[in-house]
């Protein structure tokens, strides 16, 4: 029986299969709401791309709380009380947008939906980071493959039905927050806390296999900064696919529908390209090859997209997006991970989740004002510059943190 559950789960615990479950049912209905955001504020409530992008800016800083927020109530009330919790009031919040449609109205309910709709994400994390330490990088890619498998289906699904009604994206959020709150309270309960209960047990080695069980280690804010300002950047540039060159698609005559096929691909490519990741990881496991290589995929992408606006340069941008994030996103977490005491990992996979988030909000303000000024070529060439910025901060993190400086902290510490 054990051998077969061994093949059936390929070596990775039951409790991953339960996470990346709840990863796929969190970003699948959050994601509806992805591909017609900038479009619903632009068209439905007629506000400029400027504005727009300040919306997303206000849920996105909002977000930057939630994740802080999801953080500290993992490491304080636990992961089932905090998933329910957040997930129940983001499900209730994200329909008054049906009854009221007043842009007043809208940005309080992203405020208020940017908060709780973050707070599961450093949960998650923290839960993979407890549940299997050893593995590494290989726990967090599981769940950013399950995240951005929800990713693909979520907004394929939310560009079609937005296509008929903006009402229908957000019953559609509602109910899968509704789906993700019944199986937190039921399936996911037990192991998750079990998990909880555990982490100082489990969560006892580094990546250099030197002890790490106080809660008052040190944590080394200096790499840790760096590494995040990178992160920021990058997350800044990476989100002009959901704000700045949707609404191009749209001005250049492409239907929604083609819009969401991208993030389909995106998805798709993500789970079927999980071979070739592995066989480079496999090979080359410096997580900081990983994390400049992803960005150079980036600088890759939008100089395609500056050169040119045809369907195909979009398809073969978003492929080139798509490698440069296997790599990069989840090398991130996994490197904070390595530097974590095993109490603090919820709080400091919060601080990755709103370094994220801020990404996601300085990049559609910028953007959508440099697109209100000079079009998406102006976008483009801006995002280029600032992608030679997180290369840079991810050589200085490998400077600052060589081979041995973790040890040597905690050993003083």
Same mark, same amino acid.
């Given at each position: 029986?054990?051998?077969w559950?061994k093949?059936?789960?390929?070596?990775v615990p039951?409790?991953?299969?339960l996470?990346a479950? =709840? &990863?796929?049912?969190?970003?699948?209905?959050?994601?509806l709401?992805?591909?017609?955001?900038?479009?619903y504020?632009?068209v439905?409530?007629h506000?400029?791309?400027?504005? =727009?992008?300040?919306?997303?800016?206000v849920?996105?800083? =909002?977000?930057?709380?939630?994740?802080?927020?999801?953080?500290w &109530?993992?490491d304080r009330?636990?992961p089932?009380?905090t998933?329910?919790g957040?997930s129940?009031l983001a =499900?209730i919040s994200?329909?008054?947008?049906?009854?009221h449609q007043h842009f007043a109205?809208y940005?309080?309910?992203?405020?208020?939906f940017?908060?709780? &709709?973050?707070?599961?994400f450093?949960?998650?994390n923290a839960?993979a980071?407890?549940?299997w330490p050893e593995?590494?990088?290989?726990a967090?890619?599981?769940?950013?493959v399950?995240?951005?498998?929800?990713v693909?289906?979520?907004?394929?699904?939310?560009?079609?039905?937005a296509?008929?009604?903006?009402? %229908?994206?957000?019953?559609?959020?509602f109910l899968?927050y509704?789906l993700?709150?019944i199986?937190?309270? %039921?399936?996911?309960r037990?192991?998750?806390q079990?998990?909880?209960?555990?982490?100082?047990?489990?969560?006892?080695e580094?990546?250099e296999n030197?002890?790490s069980?106080?809660?008052?280690?040190?944590?080394?804010?200096?790499?840790?900064?760096?590494?995040l300002?990178?992160?920021?950047?990058a997350w800044?540039?990476?989100?002009q696919?959901?704000?700045?060159?949707?609404?191009d698609?749209q001005?250049?005559?492409y239907p929604l529908?083609?819009?969401?096929?991208?993030?389909?691909?995106?998805?798709?490519?993500?789970f079927?390209g999980?071979?070739?990741?592995s066989?480079?990881v496999?090979?080359?496991?410096s997580?900081?090859?990983h994390?400049?290589?992803?960005?150079i995929g980036?600088?890759?992408?939008?100089?395609?997209?500056a050169?040119?606006?045809d369907?195909i340069a979009?398809?073969?941008?978003?492929?080139? %997006?798509t490698?440069?994030?296997?790599?990069?996103?989840?090398?991130?977490?996994?490197?904070i991970?390595?530097l974590s005491p095993?109490?603090?990992?919820g709080?400091?996979q919060?601080?990755?989740s709103?370094?994220?988030t801020?990404?996601r909000m300085i990049g559609?303000f910028?953007?959508?004002?440099?697109y209100?000024?000079?079009?998406?070529n102006g976008?483009?060439?801006?995002s280029l510059?600032?992608l030679v910025l997180?290369?840079?901060?991810?050589l200085?993190f490998?400077?600052?943190?060589?081979?041995g400086?973790?040890?040597?902290r905690r050993?003083?510490?």
């Open positions: 029986m054990d051998r559950k093949r059936a789960l390929g070596n039951l409790v991953l299969w996470l479950l =709840a &990863c796929f049912i969190n970003v699948g209905g959050l994601s709401l992805w591909p017609v955001n900038s479009i504020i632009h439905k409530l506000q400029s791309m400027a504005v =727009a992008g300040f919306v997303l800016m849920y996105s800083g =909002a977000g930057f709380i939630g994740s802080l927020l999801g953080g &109530c993992y009330f636990g089932v009380l998933l329910a957040s129940f =499900a994200i329909l008054l947008p049906v009854f109205v940005v309080g309910v992203m405020a208020v940017g908060v709780l &709709c973050a707070v599961p450093p949960v998650l839960l980071g407890h549940a593995a590494g990088r290989k967090f890619n599981f769940l950013y399950s995240n951005n498998v929800g693909a289906i979520g907004t394929a699904i939310g560009g079609f039905i296509a008929h009604s903006f009402d %229908t994206v957000f019953y559609g959020i899968s509704l993700f709150v199986l937190t309270l %039921t399936v996911f037990r192991p998750f079990k998990v909880y209960q555990h982490r100082s047990v489990h969560g006892h580094s990546i030197v002890a069980r106080l809660e008052t280690a040190s944590i080394p804010w200096g790499a840790i900064g760096i590494l300002a990178g992160f920021i950047v800044s540039v990476y989100v696919w959901q704000s700045t060159i949707s609404v698609m001005a250049l005559g529908s083609a819009y969401s096929i991208l993030w389909t691909i995106n998805g798709a490519l993500i079927l999980q071979p070739v990741v066989f480079v496999r090979r080359v496991p997580l900081t090859v994390m400049v290589g992803g960005v980036y600088i890759l992408a939008f100089l395609l997209l050169l040119s606006h369907y979009f398809l073969l941008a978003m492929l080139l %997006t490698f440069g994030e296997m790599f990069v996103w989840p090398s991130v977490p996994a490197a991970a390595q095993p109490r603090k990992l709080f400091l919060g601080l990755v709103s370094g994220a801020f990404g559609p910028y953007g959508g004002y440099m209100d000024r000079d079009g998406i976008v483009l060439h801006v510059l600032l997180p290369i840079f901060l991810f200085l490998h400077v600052v943190n060589r081979p400086r973790i040890a040597e050993e003083v510490s």
